[in-house]
T-cell receptor, first 115, second 114 residues
Framework: KAGVTQTPRYLIKTRGQQVTLSCSPISGHRSVSWYQQTPGQGLQFLFEYFSETQRNKGNFPGRFSGRQFSNSRSEMNVSTLELGDSALYLC??????????????FGPGTRLLVL | SQQGEEDPQALSIQEGENATMNCSYKTSINNLQWYRQNSGRGLVHLILIRSNEREKHSGRLRVTLDTSKKSSSLLITASRAADTASYFCATDVSGSSNTGKLIFGQGTTLQVKP
């Protein structure tokens, strides 16, 4: 079974631009979560999707948004990029409806550098 | 905000030695998971322990959970150079069974010298 796929793997943008990151979960998995990892703040939860619905959102500004498609693939978008958005963005694939005791399988991440 | 604090922040040992890292958290949980990350890459799931379990084993890994102290430990026995990585604990939040949100600790960086 193929793992979690994230594209692109590396990205360089300039301040003010916007970016879209993609995540394809493991086949048959229906939930996707996104996390941001920075040296200063560590791993922080961004949002979570199930059946095309956002179930939970972390404490990030409205510039961060996401969506999930009917095939469970998910995208996240960051508009008006700031230097502080430079980070590793990780996507997690969850077999069913995320909840108690569900193992989350992470992708390799997209490393975003904002100049 | 971080739920967990991990201790130590960095650990350096010789190959063949055991490595122990600890995680403390603040709120009640349903389960706790440990992940490994190599050089800023993706997270690899190691083990999940539920709040009603006290100890769990997987190969060379042993995880304990003490809910009264809100702490967990990960023991890697007979370490290998390939175990060099950062290790993170992650918890959910008890009472939030309808979300998969994980709260991560800051991680322990383990270096295993050949």
């Amino acid at each position: 079974k193929a793992g979690v796929t994230q594209t692109p793997r590396y990205l360089i943008k300039t301040r003010g631009q916007q970016v879209t990151l993609s995540c394809s979960p493991i086949s048959g998995h229906r939930s996707v979560s996104w996390y941001q990892q920075t040296p200063g703040q560590g791993l922080q939860f961004l949002f979570e999707y199930f059946s095309e619905t956002q179930r939970n959102k972390g404490n990030f500004p409205g510039r961060f948004s996401g969506r999930q498609f009917s095939n469970s693939r998910s995208e996240m978008n960051v508009s008006t990029l700031e230097l502080g958005d430079s980070a590793l963005y990780l996507c997690a694939s969850i077999p069913g409806l995320a909840g108690v005791g569900e193992t989350q399988y992470f992708g390799p991440g997209t490393r975003l550098l904002v100049l | 905000s971080q739920q967990g604090e991990e201790d130590p922040q960095a650990l350096s040992i010789q190959e063949g030695e055991n490595a122990t890292m600890n995680c403390s958290y603040k709120t009640s949980i349903n389960n706790l998971q440990w992940y490994r990350q190599n050089s800023g890459r993706g997270l690899v799931h190691l083990i999940l322990i539920r709040s009603n379990e006290r100890e769990k084993h997987s190969g060379r890994l042993r995880v304990t959970l003490d809910t009264s102290k809100k702490s967990s430990s990960l023991l890697i026995t007979a370490s290998r150079a390939a175990d060099t990585a950062s290790y993170f604990c992650a918890t959910d939040v008890s009472g939030s069974s309808n979300t998969g949100k994980l709260i991560f600790g800051q991680g322990t960086t383990l270096q295993v010298k050949p």
